[in-house]
């Protein structure tokens, strides 16, 4: 379970942001929201191969840099 603690004098507000942030460098959010509905393994390895595909586009893409 993702926590923080509060730093002496520290607004809510900028808690709940570190919070935030925090949980999205985590994933936490999109696990949930993934795990909420079933999906069929053929849609998962059609995802993960369009993800692959796209992160191999972008480092061919940079690599000459």
Known sequence: MTEIR???G?????????LK???DREGTLK????RRTFEKPSAKRRR????ARF???LSARY???
Do not use: H, N, Q, T
């Not at 520290?10 to 570190?18: H, I, Q, T, W, Y």
């Not at 993960?48 to 993800?51: I, M, S």
């Open 10 to 18: 520290e607004p809510v507000d900028r808690a709940l942001r570190r």
């Open 21 to 23: 942030k925090k949980v």
């Open 48 to 51: 993960k191969l369009k993800a």
């Open 63 to 65: 690599a000459d840099l």
């Open 55 to 57: 992160s191999a586009m």
């Open 31 to 34: 696990e949930v929201r993934a």
């Open 6 to 8: 509060l730093k002496k």
